[in-house]
């Protein structure tokens, strides 16, 4: 579940300048239905963590977010969802 929000933020931060800075704060998941087979988690939340990378890059102050991910399997029944506050800062 982190992976699939870091990835998001890993792409917009890619070569930045200033560098930014990246750190989940908190992670927080429920769990719906066992986990057999693969299960497949997926954050639609791409374009907002892109935002408040560009405003910690534009006021130099720290930014969090809270993107959420959810896992589904095979059939496309959710077996879990998770909420990752990450924080962002751009390197002086």
Known sequence: ????????????I?????AVSMLVLSVNGSFHKKATGITTFRC???E??????DEAIRTGEGKTIQSSSRGL???GELVADFVITWSFKARK
């Not at 579940?1 to 917009?12: F, I, K, V």
């Open 1 to 12: 579940a982190e992976m699939s929000t870091g990835l998001l933020a890993m792409m917009h």
């Open 14 to 18: 890619y070569k930045r300048t200033p």
């Open 44 to 46: 639609d939340d791409g």
């Open 48 to 53: 907002n963590i892109r935002m408040i990378i």
């Open 73 to 75: 399997n095979e059939k």
